[in-house]
């Protein structure tokens, strides 16, 4: 491949890469900004609708539907155990300390990793194919068009993610929530109905995570969300965590900061220096690039 | 020593949030064993002045020293090693530790003994360990609380847990005590006690002390000079019977007449 | 004072009671009734005196000092590779065994230590939920760095490290390990450790230096987590980075968390009961952890602080109960 075929390759298979992570973050800035706590167990719940879409397509199909329809049950079903997971596990340790929110956020995906080992088993499954779109030659660089459809998707949910959230009455009262619940409360806010529609939208969108990741890399297993989260964890603080547009910029970076390592510089050390970077971030700025500090009252 | 230095002197001491003004042009002298108090209505910026005694926020106009020695770039430990301690408005024990213990821990610094003495139980850890044992007893008994060294703080009664506050902040060896609202939640008998207290530790331990306060009664009779603040500036200095009678001071509590 | 002199009067008794522990148990390995399978119970009781260590060293990070790791599972790796590294380059100079085991476990306690020291200074300030991110994605950066280093095995099993665990040997290094650490919690430092977990801003207008504390007993518990990696690597004789991973380190939080946060005695407990249950219950691995999630989310609703609390067994304390009891009794008569 000519050295121009390879940049375009590598931006483009970076910036897919980077949509996927940016969805990922998505969920999990939004559950952070509304709840403060950091859903350990995002990554999981992109495992399950990932399992989800393993076994809907093949049925969608031959109902004679469109592969891609199955990506609205993976929906229902991420956004059921979500908000089962947020009912059953962090509702009852909500304002014990963001340590106690942490660790059973641990226990929940360790629960739902093991869970489905024994329902699925160890062996890696592959999800049929799910786009069947042609691919595009640009420089040399093959694009394939659910590429662009990924990266599409991404943006539209950020654009109506933030929209929601700055004008509509519901987004407008997730805003309030974390602020002060107490006042929220008292301005007819059922917090705890928010809290678990936050957590209803952030595992829906887990499950259009999960359609754009297989559409790219048609395998699940069941310790892929773990390292997903942890990464896209990455691009959330990377962005600004609470920041919707910031887990899009933030995704982006560390998709293409991932494939341009892997390309130009170390193919086995990639991982390494992706966390190296986080560790970089957090230490210099905390809050990211668009995020806010807040600090503690005396 | 320095022949009259003051203990604490600040001089045009200030901080400003985002462009609004918290603290504006502060300036006060305490000398060894002055008990001043720091008035004004809610909100008027005390705690503030407090935050930047003690290193919690950073200036950003003017410095304040304590015998002399700049204290604006130090951290709130470092501060408190050289001699700067407080309590806080809302308290901030160890809960889980005992009242002995609470103590204790602010007696670290006066502790050397490093890892291996520790480890290995050397004598040196008995013999500083049996010394500040006694040493903390000694403190809670002038805060009336010597029964209470094996109670666990978040179970004392408020006013108790108020006093232990006071004898944490002594155990820290400091020249300068600032108490933020030590009566705060207080019944009269108790503020009596309080006020009983404060006098015993000015006598035995020669300290200066200023002394946010609410509780006018209190402020009154205790200290020797005022300091009112509103709105983060110096609207009046004086002693008590002036600030009594001064009507700026009249005015930022009870507002203007016209009003 | 009375009640400072006492305790070096305890710990005579506690010394005399782990040497009759010991002899117990090396009298029932020695003496066949466990026939065949004594190898085998052998080398249980011998991985859980390094899981011990490992987990009674996070609990001093997490339990005592309140911090999040989740990453502890690196620290052991950079002990267990870096003292097979030492072994295997001493191994045909004629050192005797036992004083290549010490060598081996000082090693890799200050490797990891150093680590330890590297990590924590600019970490140590976050936030503890950003802490934990980063904790785990400093085991990662280890575990990456030593598939890729040709010394370390280059991402294959590193094999032929020198048997050196012996179980008495491992026992005496858990007890003597296991010791420092109470000595520790039980001093000024362990007193000013909890009081940064309980507020570090009252802490700080203590007088405390709250970041030298907290990188210090991070670089002490990774030290311990070093010595127990090191035990590790010379039991197992072979290993691979990826032993070490997210998984493991997730499962010795959950050993320190459901064991008691701030109780070594659970941490003991905790992890001697459950590095024997892989063994017993090696067809039902996943169960395993599934029952471990469920119990640990059971325990972060109904008791945060963990079965055993902050509750520490303590021989004598017993001994003075059963004495007042007596007396009581005889009072009575």
């Not at chain 1, 394939?144 to 509509?168: C, D, P, R």
């Not at chain 1, 970077?277 to 668009?290: A, D, M, N, Y």
């Not at chain 3, 070490?244 to 905790?270: D, H, K, Q, R």
Request: aromatic share 10%; charged share 15%.
């Amino acid at each position: 491949m000519s050295s121009t075929a390879l940049f375009v390759q590598s931006l483009v298979n970076g910036l897919n890469q980077g949509a996927i992570y940016a969805l990922i973050a998505l969920g999990y800035t939004m559950v952070y900004g509304i709840i403060r706590m950091i859903n350990f167990a995002h990554g999981d719940f992109i495992m399950v609708g990932s399992y989800t879409l393993f076994y809907t397509i093949p049925l969608m199909i031959n109902v004679g539907m469109p592969a891609w329809m199955s990506v609205l049950i993976a929906i229902v079903v991420c956004t059921v155990v979500g908000i089962t997971v947020e009912v059953v596990a962090y509702r009852p340790v909500r304002g014990a300390g963001s340590m106690t929110a942490l660790i059973t956020a641990l226990a929940m995906s360790l629960f739902l990793e093991n869970l489905a080992m024994i329902l699925f088993g160890a062996n890696p499954k592959s999800v049929p194919i799910i786009f069947n779109l042609p691919s595009v030659n640009i420089f040399g660089a093959k694009l394939q068009l659910n590429y662009v459809l990924t990266l599409g998707i991404g943006i539209v949910i950020m654009i109506a993610l933030q929209l929601f959230v700055k004008n509509a009455k519901l987004g407008k009262a997730m805003r309030a929530t974390p602020q002060d619940k107490e006042a929220a409360t008292l301005m007819g806010i059922n917090v705890n109905h928010i809290i678990t529609i936050t957590f209803g939208i952030g595992s829906a969108l887990a499950g259009v995570a999960a359609l754009m990741y297989c559409s790219t890399y048609p395998r699940c297993t069941t310790d892929m969300g773990s390292m997903m989260g942890l990464k896209a964890f990455i691009a959330a603080v990377f962005g600004g965590i609470g920041s919707i547009p910031g887990a899009m910029i933030g995704g982006l970076i560390v998709g293409l900061i991932e494939i341009f390592v892997k390309v130009y510089i170390a193919p086995g050390w990639y991982e390494a220096i992706t966390y190296s970077l986080l560790i970089f971030v957090l230490i210099i700025k905390p809050s990211g690039i668009l995020g806010k500090n807040i600090s503690e009252k005396v | 020593m320095n022949a009259e230095q003051p203990v604490l002197k600040t001089s045009h001491l200030g901080i400003a949030f985002r462009g609004l003004k918290a603290v504006n042009d502060f300036n006060i002298e305490i000398g060894k064993s002055e008990l001043f108090g720091l008035i004004g209505p809610n909100g008027a910026g005390k705690t503030t002045v407090f935050n930047l005694l003690t290193g919690v926020y950073r200036p950003t106009e003017g410095a304040f020293f304590l015998n002399g020695e700049k204290m604006n770039d130090k951290k709130t430990h470092q501060i408190v090693q050289a001699g700067i301690a407080r309590t806080f408005q809302n308290i901030r024990l160890f809960k889980k530790m005992t009242a002995l213990e609470n103590v204790k821990v602010a007696m670290n610094m006066e502790l050397t003994y490093s890892l291996c003495p520790a480890i290995l139980r050397l004598p040196s850890y008995w013999k500083q360990e049996s010394e500040i044992d006694g040493k903390a007893r000694e403190l809670l008994s002038l805060v009336n609380l010597g029964d209470k060294a094996d109670v666990v703080a978040q179970n004392l009664p408020y006013g108790q847990q108020r006093r232990l506050e006071i004898a944490r902040a002594l155990a820290t060896g400091m020249k300068l005590l600032l108490l933020d609202e030590p009566a705060a939640g207080m019944n009269p008998t108790e503020t009596e006690e309080l006020l009983e207290i404060i006098n015993v530790i000015r006598k035995k331990l020669d300290i200066s002390v200023l002394l946010i306060e609410h509780d006018m009664s209190l402020v009154m009779k205790i200290c020797e000079k005022i300091q009112v603040i509103d709105y983060g500036e110096t609207i009046a200095f004086g002693k008590p019977d002036e600030i009594a009678n001064n009507s700026k001071v009249i005015e930022a509590y009870l507002g203007k007449d016209n009003e | 004072m009375g009640k400072l002199k006492d305790k070096r009067w305890t710990y005579s008794i506690n010394f005399i009671a782990i040497c009759l522990l010991f002899i117990t148990i090396t009298a029932i390995f020695n003496s066949g009734v466990l026939g065949i399978r004594t190898t085998y119970i052998k080398g249980i009781a011998t991985t859980a005196c390094y899981t011990i260590i490992v987990v009674a060293s996070l609990n001093l990070l997490t339990g005592f000092m309140g911090e999040f790791s989740l990453g502890h599972a690196g620290f052991m790796s950079v002990g267990a590779y870096s003292s097979a590294i030492v072994t295997n380059m001493l191994s045909d100079k004629g050192i005797p065994d036992i004083l290549l085991f010490i060598i081996a476990l000082l090693v890799g306690g200050l490797a990891a230590a150093l680590t330890g020291v590297l990590v924590g200074i600019p970490t140590l300030r976050l936030r503890g939920d950003y802490l934990a991110i980063v904790t785990i994605a400093f085991a990662e950066i280890v575990r990456v760095t030593f598939c890729n280093l040709e010394i370390t095995g280059g991402g294959r099993t590193m094999s032929g490290i020198t048997k050196l665990s012996d179980f008495s040997w491992c026992f005496w290094a858990m007890v003597i390990c296991i010791t420092c650490m109470y000595m520790y919690v039980r001093s000024r430092f362990g007193r000013t450790v909890v009081a940064i977990r309980e507020d570090y801003i009252a802490a700080a207008a203590s007088g405390i230096n709250v970041t030298f504390y907290k990188v210090l007993t991070f670089t002490i518990s990774a030290f311990f987590a070093g010595i127990g990696g090191a035990m590790y690597a010379h039991y197992m004789t072979a290993m691979i980075p990826t032993n070490f991973n997210f998984s493991y380190s997730a499962e010795l939080l959950t050993e320190v968390i459901i064991g008691g946060t701030g109780s070594l005695t659970g941490s003991i407990i905790g992890a001697a009961f459950l590095s024997s249950l892989p063994e017993v219950m090696r067809q039902f691995a996943n169960y395993r952890m599934l029952v471990y999630s469920v119990v640990l989310l059971f325990v972060m609703i109904f008791k945060p602080s963990g079965i055993f609390g902050t509750y520490e067994f303590s021989l004598t304390g017993i001994f003075s109960k059963l004495f007042r009891k007596i007396k009581r009794r005889r009072f009575i008569r």
